[in-house]
T-cell receptor
């Protein structure tokens, strides 16, 4: 089955720890995105990547880091510098830009809780 | 910053009624999309309308776009309890390579 997966579904972190959220897609999409969603709120863009080995900061990149070593994978690390990391994290991918390639496909999300 | 803003924040209707949600945005766009999110899940794409289109239909969904007013509306006709979800609009500005989502409208359809 083609799709986008995120793991784990639930993640608990102690204060001061770094944690990494996984996002994998087998859709052969060029672009990948990370969003944060707080309860009752919309999505805020953390980082995005349009091509391997390149990524751009979104609106709330502070305290987060990413890598894009493979087209299929775009892991997000929540560092100890992120002061309020408890949230629902969504990863998405998109085929490319222009034409009709603007639909984003979302993973099921990872719920991160800081203990 | 969020590009789109949905209105109303919450909407509660009876099954069979129509539901209308609105979205306003601030800058010029290439296209506008509507997504649906069931509680605790990822978003699912519903429909895309391009900046040179004014209206689009997909099943029970009707989307309009008014670029002069920088606004869009999503109409769900003959609503069902299964339509209960949050609905978001998203835009990609024509000078940016990313997408921005609004805060969403929480729709409740009562059986």
């Amino acid at each position: 089955d083609g799709g986008i997966t995120q793991s784990p579904k639930y993640l608990f972190r102690k204060e001061g720890q770094n944690v990494t959220l996984s996002c994998e897609q087998n859709l052969n999409h060029d672009a990948m995105y990370w969003y944060r969603q707080d309860p009752g709120q919309g999505l805020r863009l953390i980082y995005y990547s349009q091509i391997v080995n390149d990524f751009q900061k979104g609106d709330i990149a502070e305290g987060y880091s990413v890598s894009r070593e493979k087209k299929e994978s775009f892991p997000l690390t929540v560092t100890s510098a992120q002061k309020n990391p408890t949230a629902f994290y969504l990863c998405a991918s998109m085929l490319g830009w222009g034409g009709s390639y603007n639909e984003q496909f979302f993973g099921p999300g990872t719920r991160l809780t800081v203990l | 910053s969020q590009q789109g803003e949905e209105d109303p924040q919450a909407l509660s209707i009876q099954e069979g009624e129509n539901a209308t949600m609105n979205c306003s945005y601030k800058t010029s766009i290439n296209n506008l999309q509507w997504y649906r999110q069931n509680s605790g899940r990822g978003l699912v794409h519903l429909i895309l309308i391009r900046s040179n289109e004014r209206e689009k239909h997909s099943g029970r969904l009707r989307v309009t776009l008014d670029t002069s007013k920088k606004s869009s509306s999503l109409l769900i006709t003959a609503s069902r309890a299964a339509d209960t979800a949050s609905y978001f609009c998203a835009t990609d500005a024509d000078n940016n390579n990313d997408m921005r989502f609004g805060a969403g409208t929480r729709l409740t359809v009562k059986p």
